[in-house]
C-alpha cells in the first residue's frame, strides 16, 4: 500500500484527488492523519516555491510521499497581482468578499478596459527519496465588475473563463472541474505519478 500524504487537512481536496488518481493500491491522508500538526510559513515568491516549501515540509515530518498545490488569480493590469498573496489580499482575516471588493477597486484605479486575468494552480509532489516533480494548471479569463453566481469560493463571482459568458460561481461543480486551473493541474497530476508509478511497480 503506498501512502500519499496532502498538505492539507481539507477533506474535498482528499476526495478530489481519490477520485482522479482511480484505482489503484494507495492511501491517501490529510497532513493531520499521518500526524503533521503544524502551520507551514509560506515564504515563496512563487506558485511554485510555496508548494514545494509545503510538500517538503510534510515529507521531512512523516517520510511519505507529500503532495501540495498553491493556486491563486493573476490580473495583466496589476502586474500579476494578486498571485501568491491572493488569500491575503486585501489583509489577513478579510472575507471571500472583501477581498473581491479590493480587487476590484484596484482594478477600477489603473483604468484599464482589458480584465484579461488567470488562475493558476501548481501541485508539487515530493517522494520519500527527496525526488520532486510539479506540474501546472492554468485557466485563462477574465475579471467581470459584477460578482455573478452563488457557487465556488474566493474570487469565483468575478472570474469569467475564456468564451464561456459565464463565472466560475455560475457554473456547477462538474462544469468548473472541467476547465479550472486546479481541474487541470489534478489531472496532469495524476498522470504523472501513475507513469512514475507504474514504472515502479514494473
Known amino acids: 500500500m503506498i501512502e500519499i500524504v496532502l498538505a492539507s487537512d481539507n477533506r474535498k481536496k482528499l476526495s478530489e484527488m481519490a477520485e482522479i488518481l482511480g484505482q489503484g493500491d494507495f492511501r491517501l491522508m490529510?497532513?493531520?492523519?499521518?500526524?503533521?500538526?503544524?502551520?507551514?510559513?509560506?515564504?515563496?515568491?512563487?506558485?511554485?516555491?510555496?508548494?514545494?516549501?509545503?510538500?517538503?515540509?510534510?515529507r521531512d515530518a512523516t517520510?511519505?510521499?507529500?503532495?501540495?498545490?498553491?493556486?491563486?488569480?493573476?490580473?495583466?493590469?496589476?502586474?500579476?497581482?494578486p498571485g501568491?498573496?491572493?488569500?491575503?489580499?486585501?489583509?489577513?482575516?478579510?472575507?471571500?468578499?472583501?477581498?473581491?471588493?479590493?480587487?476590484?477597486?484596484?482594478i477600477k484605479e489603473t483604468g484599464a478596459k482589458d480584465t484579461s486575468a488567470r488562475f493558476v494552480s501548481v501541485i508539487t509532489c515530493v517522494m520519500p527519496d527527496g525526488s520532486h516533480f510539479n506540474v501546472k494548471g492554468v485557466c485563462e479569463g477574465k475579471i467581470?465588475?459584477?460578482?455573478?453566481?452563488?457557487?465556488?469560493?474566493?474570487y469565483d463571482p468575478v472570474f469569467m473563463p475564456e468564451g464561456l459568458g459565464k463565472t466560475f460561481a455560475e457554473?456547477?461543480?462538474?462544469e468548473k472541474n472541467a476547465v479550472s486551473h486546479r481541474g487541470r493541474a489534478l489531472r496532469l497530476f495524476a498522470a504523472e505519478f501513475l507513469k512514475r508509478y507504474r514504472k515502479e511497480v514494473e
Open 144 to 154: 467581470v465588475f459584477e460578482k455573478r453566481g452563488e457557487n465556488g469560493f474566493g
Open 30 to 58: 490529510t497532513k493531520a492523519e499521518a500526524g503533521f500538526t503544524d502551520e507551514v510559513e509560506e515564504t515563496g515568491t512563487t506558485f511554485e516555491e510555496n508548494s514545494f516549501i509545503k510538500a517538503k515540509a510534510v
Open 171 to 174: 457554473m456547477t461543480p462538474d
Open 84 to 106: 501568491v498573496y491572493s488569500k491575503r489580499y486585501a489583509g489577513d482575516g478579510a472575507t471571500d468578499s472583501e477581498r473581491i471588493d479590493f480587487l476590484l477597486k484596484k
Open 63 to 81: 517520510g511519505k510521499i507529500s503532495v501540495a498545490d498553491d493556486s491563486g488569480l493573476t490580473v495583466d493590469c496589476l502586474h500579476g497581482e
